[in-house]
């Protein structure tokens, strides 16, 4: 659904400002209708785009990095909490941050937050920066007077997603510094060394097989029309990051993805730590199960978890329980999280079994980026050799063959 900027006004003439997602401006002003309020601006997300700066129109063409979120979100916490105003605060935050897009996004936060509107408001004009969940969170922040606890909720939930994120990507380095290593290693034999032996080749006239023949093209290729060969590569890579992320394309590999026996549990504990963490710090905040749900959705990485999500908000709205929701989601969410979640629902504390649930996948995401590079190891050494040896016996072989004429 689309999300509106609205301003609108009671019946004792009270005015109000705010976001809301609806179908149309006309559901969007009969909701407001049923809470008192009339409707007297409005403005989808697109138009109130056109309005942007010309700073903000290029908003998300390179994310801002978490690390500079978490320290914003924790030096605001720490502002709020000793009673700095808050246009002063984000001024200050502005000085802070050290990502371009932030500072500029901030210090326009300041000019609304300073013109009366409210921070939540400030914060939607800049959906490349700030996502639904911070939205909605300090939203429900400001509606119900708890700022500063939102803002703790908040800054605890930036701090385990950075964590998490950085030892993924910390195990995932080593693998990928090698694969890389050996690519490069492999074009510089291909076109330094190869040529060198296609030459004595030639002259002792050896008779050449299949292999090593493919192996001197390709370097032959590679020496002279490297031009159509770095063409090649950015044609390819263009088509898989379309591919990639496309809907289908994305839906396709995120279910092959979990098909891997290596991947594959990394994966579920990943989107499970971030369910668990995402909706209990919505909880915490007030904000209520349905739109907490569709809010985690958004944060989770891959496709076929998100869909259960969704299917799944949509059945608690109907009047479902969340645990009932999830168990049409075949094996993607772990048989402790629906066990756990049916406790939390039946003893009234969803939010608190939520937030052990998180800490829980998080220490297993632990364990299990610890030991990944122990287990990727050998298989790059297999891989390695393999190519190694390919590449030796292609070349040593025609030596060989000329040895043998020669007795």
Do not use: C
Not at 263 to 271: A, C, D, G, R, V
Request: overall charge positive; charged content about 20%.
């Amino acid at each position: 659904m689309p999300q509106y900027f609205y301003t609108a006004i009671s019946l004792q003439g009270e005015k109000i400002t705010g976001n809301e997602n609806a179908k149309s401006e006309r559901d969007l002003a009969r909701s407001l209708h049923e809470k008192g309020y009339v409707l007297t601006r409005v403005a989808s997300g697109q138009n109130a785009g056109a309005k942007r700066t010309f700073s903000q129109l290029f908003e998300g063409l390179f994310p801002v990095p978490l690390s500079e979120k978490l320290l914003f979100m924790r030096n605001l916490k720490v502002m709020v909490q000793a009673g700095v105003p808050l246009p002063k605060a984000l001024d200050i935050l502005a000085l802070q941050t050290g990502s371009k897009q932030l500072k500029n996004a901030t210090e326009d936060m300041r000019e609304k937050v300073m013109q009366g509107e409210t921070l939540s408001l400030a914060m939607s004009r800049h959906p490349a920066v700030f996502s639904d969940l911070f939205i909605n969170m300090i939203k429900a922040g400001e509606e119900s007077g708890t700022m500063e606890v939102v803002l703790s909720h908040l800054t605890l939930q930036l701090e385990r997603e950075h964590d998490l994120r950085s030892k993924i990507q910390g195990a995932l380095m080593y693998p990928a510094v090698v694969v890389v290593a050996m690519i490069g290693v492999g074009i510089i034999m291909l076109v330094s060394v190869v040529p060198n032996l296609t030459k004595t080749f030639k002259e002792l006239g050896v008779a050449l097989p299949p292999t090593t023949r493919f192996i001197i093209g390709l370097g032959d290729f590679l020496s002279h029309q490297w031009y159509i060969a770095l063409l090649v590569f950015l044609v390819a890579a263009f088509a898989l990051y379309r591919v990639l992320k496309s809907k289908k394309g994305k839906w396709v590999v995120d279910g092959l993805m979990l098909r891997l026996p290596l991947f594959s549990p990394l994966i579920q504990k990943i989107n499970s730590a971030f369910f668990a963490r995402t909706l209990s710090s919505l909880i915490g905040a007030g904000i209520p199960i349905v739109k907490s749900l569709e809010i985690t959705s958004t944060v989770l990485n891959n496709g076929r978890f998100r869909k259960a999500l969704e299917d799944a908000a949509e059945q608690v709205r109907k009047g479902a329980k969340l645990s009932q929701g999830l168990k049409g989601s075949g094996k993607l969410y772990p048989l402790v999280v629906l066990q756990m979640l049916e406790v939390g629902e039946e003893t009234g504390q969803t939010g608190e079994i939520l937030a052990k649930l998180a800490d829980f996948f998080e220490e297993e995401v632990n364990a299990i980026t610890k030991n990944m590079a122990a287990i990727i190891e050998p298989v790059l050494m297999l891989f390695m050799g393999g190519a190694v040896g390919f590449f030796a016996v292609s070349m040593i072989q025609p030596m060989y063959s000329m040895l043998g004429s020669i007795k």
